[in-house]
Protein backbone atom coordinates (compact mmCIF):
# COMPACT_ATOMS: atom_id res chain seq x y z
CA UNK A 1 0.00 0.00 0.00
CA UNK A 2 1.41 3.17 -1.04
CA UNK A 3 1.65 6.18 1.59
CA UNK A 4 -0.66 8.27 -0.49
CA UNK A 5 -3.37 5.29 0.39
CA UNK A 6 -2.35 4.95 3.62
CA UNK A 7 -2.92 8.97 4.35
CA UNK A 8 -6.22 9.07 2.82
CA UNK A 9 -7.73 6.07 4.47
CA UNK A 10 -6.48 8.46 7.28
CA UNK A 11 -9.11 10.78 6.29
CA UNK A 12 -11.95 8.40 6.20
CA UNK A 13 -14.84 9.44 8.52
CA UNK A 14 -15.88 6.37 8.65
CA UNK A 15 -13.38 4.48 8.97
CA UNK A 16 -12.39 6.64 11.72
CA UNK A 17 -15.84 6.76 13.84
CA UNK A 18 -16.12 2.56 13.07
CA UNK A 19 -13.04 2.11 14.65
CA UNK A 20 -13.79 4.07 17.70
CA UNK A 21 -16.80 2.43 17.65
CA UNK A 22 -15.64 -1.67 17.49
CA UNK A 23 -13.17 -0.44 20.46
CA UNK A 24 -15.81 1.44 22.72
CA UNK A 25 -18.39 -1.46 22.45
CA UNK A 26 -15.53 -4.01 22.97
CA UNK A 27 -14.87 -2.17 26.74
CA UNK A 28 -18.43 -2.03 27.08
CA UNK A 29 -19.67 -5.49 26.07
CA UNK A 30 -16.67 -6.64 28.72
CA UNK A 31 -17.94 -4.98 31.34
CA UNK A 32 -21.42 -5.55 30.82
CA UNK A 33 -20.67 -9.98 30.13
CA UNK A 34 -21.19 -10.59 33.79
CA UNK A 35 -24.77 -9.59 33.26
CA UNK A 36 -24.69 -11.55 29.93
CA UNK A 37 -26.03 -9.29 27.52
CA UNK A 38 -24.31 -6.69 24.98
CA UNK A 39 -24.27 -3.16 25.60
CA UNK A 40 -26.83 -2.88 22.23
CA UNK A 41 -29.23 -5.34 24.44
CA UNK A 42 -28.66 -3.21 26.99
CA UNK A 43 -28.97 -0.26 25.52
CA UNK A 44 -32.32 -1.48 24.12
CA UNK A 45 -33.29 -2.60 28.09
CA UNK A 46 -32.69 0.81 28.85
CA UNK A 47 -34.52 3.22 26.54
CA UNK A 48 -37.74 1.12 26.76
CA UNK A 49 -37.02 1.37 30.98
CA UNK A 50 -36.34 5.37 30.21
CA UNK A 51 -39.48 5.77 27.60
CA UNK A 52 -41.83 3.07 28.06
CA UNK A 53 -43.21 0.99 25.69
CA UNK A 54 -42.53 1.73 22.06
CA UNK A 55 -43.12 0.26 18.03
CA UNK A 56 -40.38 -1.29 16.51
CA UNK A 57 -40.10 1.77 14.43
CA UNK A 58 -39.64 3.80 17.10
CA UNK A 59 -37.31 1.72 18.92
CA UNK A 60 -35.37 1.66 15.66
CA UNK A 61 -35.04 5.61 15.21
CA UNK A 62 -33.96 5.96 19.16
CA UNK A 63 -31.22 3.97 18.64
CA UNK A 64 -30.75 4.95 15.19
CA UNK A 65 -30.70 1.01 14.04
CA UNK A 66 -32.15 -0.15 11.01
CA UNK A 67 -35.16 -2.83 11.65
CA UNK A 68 -33.71 -6.08 10.65
CA UNK A 69 -30.71 -5.32 13.26
CA UNK A 70 -32.97 -4.63 15.92
CA UNK A 71 -34.88 -7.35 15.34
CA UNK A 72 -32.19 -9.79 15.64
CA UNK A 73 -31.53 -8.28 18.74
CA UNK A 74 -34.57 -8.64 20.30
CA UNK A 75 -35.22 -12.28 19.81
CA UNK A 76 -32.75 -12.90 22.66
CA UNK A 77 -34.49 -10.53 24.65
CA UNK A 78 -37.96 -12.40 24.22
CA UNK A 79 -36.23 -15.44 24.77
CA UNK A 80 -35.17 -14.58 27.86
CA UNK A 81 -38.37 -12.71 28.39
CA UNK A 82 -37.07 -9.60 29.37
CA UNK A 83 -39.11 -8.05 26.69
CA UNK A 84 -42.32 -9.01 25.46
CA UNK A 85 -43.67 -7.79 22.01
CA UNK A 86 -47.21 -7.72 20.27
CA UNK A 87 -49.67 -5.89 18.07
CA UNK A 88 -50.01 -2.49 18.22
CA UNK A 89 -53.69 -1.14 19.18
CA UNK A 90 -53.45 1.40 16.58
CA UNK A 91 -52.21 -0.78 14.01
CA UNK A 92 -51.84 -4.34 13.85
CA UNK A 93 -49.43 -4.46 11.85
CA UNK A 94 -47.11 -2.68 13.83
CA UNK A 95 -45.26 -4.34 16.94
CA UNK A 96 -45.16 -2.88 20.39
CA UNK A 97 -42.14 -3.96 21.64
CA UNK A 98 -42.01 -3.71 26.08
CA UNK A 99 -40.21 -4.68 29.26
CA UNK A 100 -41.10 -7.15 31.41
CA UNK A 101 -40.48 -7.08 35.15
CA UNK A 102 -37.28 -9.55 34.51
CA UNK A 103 -36.24 -7.05 32.19
CA UNK A 104 -36.78 -4.20 35.08
CA UNK A 105 -34.70 -6.44 37.14
CA UNK A 106 -31.90 -6.79 34.90
CA UNK A 107 -31.68 -3.21 33.73
CA UNK A 108 -31.75 -2.43 37.49
CA UNK A 109 -28.64 -5.02 37.85
CA UNK A 110 -26.69 -3.85 35.12
CA UNK A 111 -26.82 0.15 35.46
CA UNK A 112 -23.92 -0.37 38.54
CA UNK A 113 -21.74 -2.13 35.77
CA UNK A 114 -22.64 0.55 32.67
CA UNK A 115 -21.99 3.29 35.46
CA UNK A 116 -18.71 1.72 36.42
CA UNK A 117 -17.48 1.67 32.51
CA UNK A 118 -18.99 5.25 31.76
CA UNK A 119 -16.57 6.51 34.99
CA UNK A 120 -13.55 4.61 33.74
CA UNK A 121 -13.90 5.96 29.64
CA UNK A 122 -14.34 9.48 31.65
CA UNK A 123 -11.76 9.13 33.87
CA UNK A 124 -9.55 7.98 30.95
CA UNK A 125 -10.44 10.50 28.17
CA UNK A 126 -11.98 13.52 30.40
CA UNK A 127 -15.61 14.36 31.61
CA UNK A 128 -15.23 17.42 29.68
CA UNK A 129 -14.35 15.51 26.45
CA UNK A 130 -16.49 12.81 26.60
CA UNK A 131 -19.31 14.99 27.03
CA UNK A 132 -18.34 17.01 23.93
CA UNK A 133 -17.99 13.89 22.20
CA UNK A 134 -21.39 13.21 23.05
CA UNK A 135 -22.63 16.35 21.82
CA UNK A 136 -20.66 15.80 18.70
CA UNK A 137 -21.63 12.51 17.55
CA UNK A 138 -25.35 13.69 18.76
CA UNK A 139 -24.34 16.22 15.76
CA UNK A 140 -23.73 13.80 13.25
CA UNK A 141 -26.78 11.85 13.82
CA UNK A 142 -28.55 15.05 12.82
CA UNK A 143 -26.69 16.05 9.48
CA UNK A 144 -29.14 14.53 7.55
CA UNK A 145 -26.48 12.56 5.03
CA UNK A 146 -28.34 9.70 5.64
CA UNK A 147 -30.43 10.90 2.85
CA UNK A 148 -27.57 10.08 0.40
CA UNK A 149 -28.10 6.26 1.19
CA UNK A 150 -31.69 6.80 0.55
CA UNK A 151 -31.47 8.47 -2.60
CA UNK A 152 -28.57 5.89 -3.74
CA UNK A 153 -31.40 2.99 -3.36
CA UNK A 154 -33.85 4.99 -5.62
Same mark, same amino acid.
Given at each position: ?59 ? $? /? ?6 ? +?? #? ?7 ? !? =? ?43 ? $? /? ?6 ? +?? #? ?7 ? !? =? ?6
Amino acid at each position: MTSRAITNLSLCNCLALRQASRYITGVYDQMLSAAGLRVTQFSILYKLSALGPMTVNQMS $A /ELVMDRTT +LT #RNLKPLERD !E =LVVSGPSEHDRRERVIDLTPAGKAKVKAMLPLWRKVQQTFEQNFG $A /ERADELRR +LL #RDVVDTGIH !E =LQQGARR
